[in-house]
């Protein structure tokens, strides 16, 4: 990987919670923001916001979602530069839930709502297209025979999948560029390249009135694809380069934003300043919020359960927004909480399974350091349940360098490692004691509603 240094102690205040945890709070509130957005269309038909708008609130929400992958994957390869590792921890976190729901749409579900008899809906070619079609990602596939025909927003069973594809497509081009070198301080530029061609391809999309409709890749829609990506750069830019993170930079960034007139140069900068912001909010969360790791760590199923829930409650004769909130909100919460222990923790655990490479202990916990400060190097005698993903949390004695200052440039995992690939011995210069494991850093990303089917 390239010149590495040893990690140090950085300055990360005792009022702020690791990293991580901050993270899993802003996809868990991000995942709820879900279901409020999709609770007006759903019950009427049409859209939030006007469709002429330039700039759709809901479109900053899913930047900063993917800015967030982008920086905490791009921490996972930097403790683990392990290919195979790295694309199975990918695997096995993007996948199985949204498997478990599109198996749980399509033969559970499906049957129940269908307006099919049993045995026609069974049989139908369309059912089984969208389990086969969903199980390879890039062909996703919203409709199920019969199902929700009634409903408003007809025909959609779960519209929340759309942007899976693209963050698959994100994680891929990701894995091109470290496998390329861009984890590595000499070749680090690749990734700002990259960043560079994306922005201009995203504003070419943007100001060209044809080329909005340059068409998909299988099932995955160009333009909006690219400007995500743009946003899951700007993360792998601020992991790589160690950019400061700084809470009055970020909220100068967003009054600028809100400041500016609505136009196509405003969405450029959502994607800046939102992508930013969220990373700095998730390293400066209040540790007075931290909670339970499992309170916050069903965000992914949230997010994917939320759509087909909402179709439900719409189905059984809600038709009032607000009151769609109060509904399926904390069905979701309840059902994405058991998807995390009973389909995502379990799951994620089978990488302990891939073999090769050398472990964190072997390799030091070393980090290449890049505009900011090193990571910290874990203890001689740290105390872990052994268990990768366990979060270590500071006790007494506080280390005497940690101060209050205003601006950090600690990253996630600086205190507790990314989620997928922390090593069984716990980061940090003082004795610790494990907590309950911390949330993947994939998680849902906030999806504008796909389009309804077009009448036949």
Not at 73 to 100: C, G, N, Q
Not at 192 to 213: C, F, T
Request: aromatic content about 10%; charged content about 15%; some cysteine.
């Amino acid at each position: 990987m390239g010149e590495r240094v040893p990690r140090v102690d950085h300055a990360h205040p005792e009022y702020f919670a690791e990293p991580n945890h901050g993270f899993a709070w802003i996809r868990m509130i991000g995942a709820l923001i879900v279901i409020y957005g999709h609770s007006y269309p759903l019950v009427s038909g049409n859209d939030m916001f006007p469709p002429e708008w330039p700039v759709q609130p809901d479109h900053g929400v899913l930047m900063g979602f993917f800015a967030m992958s982008g920086f905490q994957i791009t921490e996972s390869w930097m403790r683990d530069p392990h290919p195979l590792r790295f694309a199975v921890k990918r695997v096995l976190r993007l996948w199985p839930p949204m498997l478990t729901v599109s198996l749980a749409c399509a033969l559970v579900i499906g049957p129940l709502v269908t307006t099919l008899a049993v045995g026609e809906y069974f049989t139908a070619h369309g059912t089984w297209a969208y389990v086969v079609n969903n199980a390879g990602m890039l062909t996703l596939e919203h409709h199920l025979p019969g199902v929700f025909t009634a409903n408003p927003w007809h025909g959609t069973i779960n519209g929340s999948l759309w942007t899976l594809p693209m963050e698959l497509l994100a994680y891929a081009g990701l894995f091109v560029l470290l496998l390329m070198g861009a984890g590595r301080v000499r070749t680090r530029w690749l990734a700002v390249a990259a960043l560079v061609v994306l922005a201009v391809v995203d504003r070419w999309l943007e100001h060209d009135p044809g080329a909005n409709s340059a068409g998909s890749l299988l099932s995955v829609p160009l333009e909006p694809l690219i400007a995500f990506l743009v946003a899951f750069a700007i993360g792998v830019v601020l992991n790589l380069y160690r950019i400061p993170l700084s809470p009055l930079a970020a909220g100068a960034a967003l009054v600028a934003l809100f400041a500016m007139p609505m136009s196509t140069a405003t969405s450029f900068w959502m994607t800046l300043s939102v992508s930013y912001a969220v990373v700095v909010t998730g390293h400066f969360w209040p540790a007075r919020l931290r909670v339970p790791a499992v309170w916050v760590n069903g965000s992914y199923g949230v997010y994917v359960w939320g759509f087909p829930i909402q179709q439900l409650l719409v189905m059984a004769g809600v038709r009032n927004q607000w009151l769609m909130l109060a509904c399926a909100a904390p069905l979701a919460y309840v059902v994405g909480t058991l998807s995390w222990k009973f389909v995502e923790e379990p799951t994620m655990g089978l990488r302990h399974y891939v073999p090769g490479g050398r472990s964190t202990r072997e390799r030091g916990a070393e980090r290449v350091p890049g505009a900011g400060a090193a990571r910290p190097e874990a203890p001689t005698g740290a105390v872990s349940d052994g268990r990768e993903g366990a979060a270590p949390e500071v006790v007494e004695p506080e280390p005497s360098g940690r101060g209050k200052e205003p601006v950090s440039s600690a990253r996630a995992g600086d205190s507790e490692p990314a989620l997928d690939d922390r090593p069984t011995e716990p980061l940090g210069t003082t004795p610790i004691v494990p907590v309950e494991v911390a949330p993947d850093e994939t998680a849902p990303v906030l999806p504008r509603v796909p389009p309804r089917r077009q009448e036949e």
